[in-house]
Nanobody
Framework: QVQLVESGGGFVQAGGSLRLSCAASGSIASARVMAWYRRAPGKERVWLTTIALGGNTYYADSVKGRFIISRDNAKQTLYLQMNNLKPEDTAVYYC?????????WGQGTQVTVSS
């Protein structure tokens, strides 16, 4: 069992930046993939970005060029740098990790972007 805890959410004005963190209770170095998702009010949870074991990264069109995913294996932490935030980025943000023994989700952190 791996526990993931997100932090770094909050209130920000449009055009601002936030960095989310996802701290894991165990090593993330062996995670096949780690990813960020979000759920906007009244909508389904959607995928945003993935970082694979080898370091390749993938982004949804909605965040490409604005968000950057990264991982620090020594700190067992996944990050999401969010720049040029827009009101439509308001959502609860979740991290997910996939290991050979299973997939695990964090509880989420709220991000609110005001116009």
């Amino acid at each position: 069992q791996v526990q993931l805890v997100e932090s770094g959410g909050g209130f920000v004005q449009a055009g601002g930046s936030l960095r989310l963190s996802c701290a894991a209770s165990g090593s993330i170095a062996s995670a096949r993939v780690m990813a960020w998702y979000r759920r906007a009010p009244g909508k389904e949870r959607v995928w945003l970005t993935t970082i694979a074991l080898g370091g390749n990264t993938y982004y949804a069109d909605s965040v490409k060029g604005r968000f950057i995913i990264s991982r620090d294996n020594a700190k067992q932490t996944l990050y999401l740098q969010m720049n040029n935030l827009k009101p439509e980025d308001t959502a609860v943000y979740y991290c997910k990790g996939a290991w050979s023994r299973g997939e695990y989700w964090g509880q989420g952190t709220q991000v609110t972007v005001s116009s």
